[in-house]
């Protein structure tokens, strides 16, 4: 069972880097610079990066913005915050992402925002953890819910047309 303090990258089904979220140090570009000695590909599986002071979950765009003139570009990569904490976001929601399209996680976390990332990478949390129920949970009952409601104004429709009806 993998830590979750772990962050695991993978490109072509092979882990190509492994991170600690205490490494992780997104208000300072020395860091990076220092970790993934600035080349393209290290940056891009970089540009995921825990926020621990916020307790959110962070895609740099600005890494990439500020090392490869992609400023003001429409394929930039964009930031998402997530206000779930991490402990959270680590047991119950994020199982593991795989790139459907070409720049876009194929998920969605509790807040409903879309996580973008490059086109180089999938990105693992933990492959050993179970993805929750939570959001199935929840789909449910509102579906449950919306057949009750449609049940009950079935039965009551003949009701309010004969009242009308007859004045």
């Known amino acids: 069972m993998h ?3 772990t962050i695991y990258f993978e490109k072509n089904n092979k882990i190509v880097k492994i991170l600690s979220i205490s490494e992780l140090d997104p208000f300072t570009l ?3 610079e220092e970790t993934i000695h600035n080349t393209k590909d290290d940056i891009i599986l970089f540009a995921m990066l825990i926020c621990d002071s916020h307790k959110s979950l962070y895609l740099a765009e600005n ?3 500020l090392r490869y003139g992609r400023y003001g570009k429409t394929d930039e990569l964009c930031i998402y915050e997530l206000m779930d904490p991490i402990t959270r976001l ?7 992402y795989k790139l459907r399209k070409k720049d876009r996680i194929a998920k969605f976390m509790g807040n409903e925002k879309v996580l973008l990332s490059s086109e180089y990478i999938n990105v693992i949390w933990d492959k050993d953890t179970k993805v929750s129920d939570q959001h199935v949970c929840k789909d449910v009952v509102g579906a449950t819910i919306l057949c009750f409601i449609i049940i009950y104004l079935l039965f009551l429709a003949p009701f309010i047309i004969d009242k009308y009806r007859n004045g």
């Open 3 to 5: 830590d979750y303090d």
């Open 30 to 32: 020395i860091s990076y």
């Open 63 to 65: 890494i990439l913005n």
């Open 90 to 96: 680590f047991c119950n929601d994020i199982h593991y």
